[in-house]
């Protein structure tokens, strides 16, 4: 979206502060029970923001058109949507500018690329985000990717994640999946610094290492640096709001972790 970091840098500039959302398959299961009561109970534990994951793509307009009312009702917004490679195919992606619209959503997020083998498996994947991206770019919108562990593997020389940045406009965004980034060995530090502007959204998803933790750590009780990632990620990547993401919600149950994590966040940014 043309303009979009310039507004980023300029809020970040007047000290104000990113919003914090969380995606919402970190409370799949009561999702699936009550949309409404669930995108409620997040918003009244605190989220500024929520993203839909892909099952919204099966929505009608006027299903999408209820939920835009609930958000609108509960004063938050939804800034981006999760989804499988259909929503940016040729025959795809009208619907899900449609429904993203409806919502409010600006951005339609690739969460996974399917089975690719090869690199040039990876750069036809690269090429569909770019064409994507030009189809999006004059309504307003954006593609993006999210990363999981598997794009942080080499393949020969290189990794998937350097092929989709190198092989896509910088208007596409590079959603930052901090957890397997660090699981993976990466450095989240380094990569966001690599791609200024890039990184509008990132995943704050905590992993420890060692027996028991993994992703049932909550948000700040694992090894992701966060410290450094905010740093970097808001001098310059660009970020225009955080997504608290968690895969094992514990004895707590899915909200009961989701505020555990908001509850932590707040601690840190305080």
């Known amino acids: 979206?043309?303009?979009?970091?310039?507004?980023?840098?300029?809020?970040?500039?007047?000290?104000?502060?990113?919003?914090?959302?969380?995606?919402?398959?970190s409370v799949r299961g009561e999702l699936t029970k009550d949309l409404k009561a669930s995108v409620t109970a997040v918003a009244k534990i605190g989220y500024e923001v929520v993203e839909f994951y892909s099952p919204y793509y099966s929505w009608t307009?006027?299903?999408?058109?209820?939920?835009?009312?609930?958000?609108?009702?509960?004063g938050i917004k939804c800034l981006s949507t999760h989804n499988?490679?259909?929503?940016?195919?040729?025959?795809?992606?009208?619907?899900?500018?449609?429904?993203?619209?409806?919502?409010?959503?600006?951005?339609?997020?690739?969460?996974?690329?399917?089975?690719?083998?090869?690199?040039?498996?990876?750069?036809?994947?690269?090429?569909?985000?770019?064409?994507?991206?030009?189809?999006?770019?004059?309504?307003?919108m954006m593609t993006g990717f999210h990363n999981h562990q598997t794009e942080w593997r080499p393949i020969g020389?290189?990794?998937?994640?350097?092929?989709?940045?190198?092989?896509?406009?910088?208007?596409?965004?590079?959603?930052?999946?901090?957890?397997?980034c660090v699981e993976a060995g990466v450095d989240p530090v380094a990569w966001i610094n690599k791609n200024p502007g890039r990184i509008r959204s990132l995943h704050l998803k905590d992993w420890?290492?060692?027996?028991?933790?993994?992703?049932?750590?909550?948000?700040?009780e694992g090894d992701v640096p966060w410290k450094g990632i905010f740093a970097a990620a808001e001098a310059t990547g660009g970020v225009e709001y955080y997504l608290i993401e968690q895969e094992i919600a514990g004895a707590d149950g899915e909200f009961g972790m989701a505020k555990k994590c908001l509850d932590n966040y707040k601690k840190m940014r305080a």
């Not at 043309?2 to 398959?25: C, D, R, T």
């Not at 307009?61 to 509960?74: F, G, N, Q, S």
């Not at 259909?86 to 409806?102: F, T």
């Open 1 to 25: 979206m043309v303009g979009a970091a310039p507004f980023a840098a300029s809020l970040l500039a007047q000290g104000k502060k990113v919003p914090v959302g969380i995606e919402l398959y």
């Open 61 to 74: 307009p006027d299903a999408a058109k209820d939920v835009r009312k609930l958000l609108d009702d509960l």
């Open 84 to 140: 499988s490679p259909q929503s940016i195919s040729p025959e795809g992606i009208s619907k899900a500018i449609e429904l993203n619209q409806i919502i409010g959503s600006k951005a339609i997020i690739i969460a996974s690329a399917g089975k690719v083998a090869d690199v040039d498996g990876w750069k036809a994947f690269a090429a569909s985000l770019a064409a994507a991206q030009e189809k999006l770019r004059p309504q307003g």
């Open 157 to 180: 020389d290189t990794r998937p994640m350097d092929i989709i940045a190198g092989g896509t406009p910088k208007d596409v965004v590079l959603q930052l999946d901090c957890g397997t």
């Open 208 to 220: 420890g290492a060692g027996d028991g933790r993994g992703y049932n750590v909550a948000f700040g």
